[in-house]
């Protein structure tokens, strides 16, 4: 097992959880068989991931790639006793590591396995139902500049975006360069009523044609939340995490239903693992739910996840955070050998600059606001060894050694901020 920290340039985006540093952490996991086939895969970085990762090698070294349901039960006695910190407004899982470190090596895993038998990575999974999978246009509200600092200071290609008028000329740029279908904007930053003049602006400038997506992730309370999707209705498709926890989606949506509001609420923040969906389904908290073998404990979870949806009646959409193009291929992947997923999914993708991307040939190429499904064996992409090189030089010159938005808001924002939930 080989793991290797990359530093990628990461624009400074806005959330309720506050700024996007200059760089985003992440790590490449390489498992290399005893015949010399190796495997990949990307998850989030770090010097916590990188521990939580190196904690189980002797776990993973001299183990069947074949044998998931082991490792992953030895991966999960590795790190029985460690949890996520709890963040207000969220569910804790005390699961969240291990499913972390786990999804990683299982990617890799199964990318060894599909390279070594000749196959796509999807037909490990059960085989492709779709041969592109489509993707959102993410619009976020943006401060100036395009990421990195000093001499390694990228171009800001999307300008700051912090008015109605600036988000809809950031959906022209990501359209007219990527041919998004639909739009999700990532609110929970500025006044409640301003973000809901965004959408509306969205919908005037594209037209119905274009469904619209909002996420403010918990920003928000019951009151304002009700008033917002009021005032949305017919305008948006869907409400992602708009207020706190099971019980506050759950009071939400039975509050709409009094009012003949019809949005489907959606989650990957109230509901985050498979113990949050009997609760969830129990008093009707979400109608989506946003996978991520990232956290969910790799690509078979979702496509189980998938299966659970559907006996639910539930939607399966897909979560994303900053990532380069193994993690992206590895969504394609899953999502093409999972049938309930029909909506589009998210990715950070265009957000990141090309001359980071770590895989060799470039950029993976999203045509018409998708991606194609690989023919290849495994992923369907390989490692440049000259480019994960960089990233690893530019993960040991800047000094961000975790995420941490709270800080960049402090230093660049507001010297007092805090995350509060529900801020309006």
Request: hydrophobic fraction near 45%; proline fraction near 6%; charged fraction near 25%.
């Amino acid at each position: 097992m080989t793991v290797t920290p990359v530093a990628i340039a990461d624009p400074p985006l806005r959330s309720s959880y506050g700024l996007h540093a200059p760089y985003a952490l992440r790590a490449i996991v390489e498992l290399r068989s005893e015949d010399g086939v190796v495997g990949i895969s990307e998850t989030r970085g770090g010097d916590k991931m990188l521990a939580d990762l190196e904690r189980v090698r002797d776990v993973v070294v001299g183990s069947d790639a074949r044998g998931l349901t082991h490792l992953q039960e030895r991966v999960t006695a590795a790190h029985a006793a460690t949890a996520r910190n709890t963040v207000p407004g969220e569910r804790t899982n005390p699961r969240d590591v291990p499913l972390r470190v786990y999804g990683a090596l299982e990617v890799a895993a199964l990318d060894l396995v599909a390279r070594a038998e000749g196959v796509p990575f999807c037909d490990l999974l059960g085989g492709r139902v779709r041969d592109t999978v489509a993707f959102c246009g993410y619009l976020f509200y943006k401060h100036a500049g395009g990421g990195g600092e000093g001499d390694d200071a990228r171009e800001d290609v999307y300008g700051e975006a912090l008015t109605p008028g600036a988000i809809v000329a950031q959906a022209r740029a990501l359209r007219a360069r990527y041919g998004f279908a639909s739009l999700k904007l990532k609110a929970g930053v500025l006044d409640p009523e301003v973000e809901a003049d965004a959408m509306l602006a969205l919908r005037d400038a594209f037209g119905p044609g274009v469904p619209l997506r909002i996420d403010p992730n918990c920003a928000w309370t019951h009151d304002t939340a009700l008033r917002v999707v009021e005032r949305l209705h017919g305008v948006v498709e869907i409400v992602e995490d708009p207020v706190s926890g099971i019980g506050g989606m759950g009071a939400l949506v039975a509050a709409m239903r009094e009012r003949g509001i019809a949005i489907p609420l959606a989650s990957n923040v109230a509901v985050t693992w498979f113990d949050d969906i009997p609760p969830a389904v129990a008093c009707d908290a979400v109608q989506m739910i946003l996978g991520d073998h990232h956290f969910w404990g790799g690509p078979r979870a979702i496509t189980d996840l998938g299966r659970l949806c559907e006996t639910f009646d539930l939607q399966l959409a897909m979560h994303s955070n900053s990532h380069l193009g193994v993690s992206l291929m590895a969504m394609v992947h899953v999502a093409a050998a999972t049938p309930q997923l029909r909506y589009v999914c998210d990715t950070h993708y265009p957000w990141q600059d090309a001359r980071d991307e770590i895989v060799e040939g470039g950029r993976v190429a999203i045509v018409d606001g998708a991606v194609a499904v690989p023919t290849a064996p495994g992923l369907g992409v390989t490692l440049d060894r000259d480019a994960l090189a960089r990233g690893r030089e530019r993960y040991e010159r800047q000094p961000y050694r975790k995420r941490d938005d709270t800080a960049e808001m402090r230093k660049h924002v507001d010297p007092a901020w805090t995350r509060t939930v529900p801020a309006w």
